[in-house]
T-cell receptor, first 111, second 116 residues
Framework: QKEVEQNSGPLSVPEGAIASLNCTYS??????FFWYRQYSGKSPELIMS????GDKEDGRFTAQLNKASQYVSLLIRDSQPSDSATYLC???????????FGGGTRVLVKP | GAVVSQHPSRVICKSGTSVKIECRSL??????MFWYRQFPKQSLMLMAT?????????EQGVEKDKFLINHASLTLSTLTVTSAHPEDSSFYIC????????????FGPGTRLTVL
């Protein structure tokens, strides 16, 4: 069973602080890693993708990948109330582009 | 990002009727699309992979005769919920990979189905 694990939260973060989200995956053959943001009642929105070890920065978001530890994380800098949402970690393997999702981490940014 | 549309956004139907949901990739072609279902406060559950020109691939536990999938063209996949029952009420979401090295997937806005 290929699994992707996330802490369900909620992760409560003061406005302006850094939110740190973690994700672990079980399939060592995984090739592509994604972070999606999902607001309540809406569909997921792709915010970051990462494919190689190290950090990838895009605006206030930084994704970090460590394939040896089977670990991917997302940092949200200068958190805003509008960042309050559920963040889904998704992983796809070498066999195709089917995604396996974690259960999501709910983030609450308090003004 | 790429644009994927779904129609309708919301549907209410009586038990026993069939409901068709359309998923379109608007600015790219997709030989594969994916259909998910999401119940309240739960994560996405993949139902099936829609393949252009061939049969859909269903996940374990998903009834292929109940959830009919047709990938009519490189930009359109449809999901038909046949003989819907209240337990089929859920949020149905499609996604399509844009292609390229990372094969990023983009989601449609979802269809909220309520079966009375």
């Amino acid at each position: 069973q290929k699994e992707v694990e996330q802490n369900s939260g909620p992760l409560s973060v003061p406005e302006g602080a850094i939110a740190s989200l973690n994700c672990t995956y079980s399939d060592r053959g995984s090739q592509s890693f994604f972070w999606y943001r999902q607001y309540s009642g809406k569909s997921p929105e792709l915010i970051m993708s990462i494919y190689s070890n190290g950090d990838k920065e895009d605006g206030r978001f930084t994704a970090q990948l460590n394939k040896a530890s089977q670990y991917v994380s997302l940092l949200i800098r200068d958190s805003q109330p509008s960042d309050s949402a559920t963040y889904l970690c998704a992983v796809s393997g070498a066999a195709g582009n089917k995604l396996t999702f974690g259960g999501g981490t709910r983030v609450l940014v308090k003004p | 990002g790429a644009v994927v549309s779904q129609h309708p956004s919301r549907v209410i139907c009586k038990s026993g009727t069939s409901v068709k949901i359309e998923c379109r990739s608007l600015d790219f072609q997709a030989t594969t699309m994916f259909w998910y279902r999401q119940f309240p406060k739960q994560s996405l559950m993949l139902m099936a992979t829609s393949n252009e020109g061939s049969k859909a691939t269903y996940e374990q536990g998903v009834e292929k005769d109940k959830f009919l999938i047709n990938h009519a063209s490189l930009t359109l996949s449809t999901l038909t919920v046949t003989s819907a029952h209240p337990e089929d009420s859920s949020f149905y979401i499609c996604s399509a990979p844009r292609g390229g090295p990372g094969n990023e997937q983009f989601f449609g806005p979802g269809t909220r189905l309520t079966v009375l």
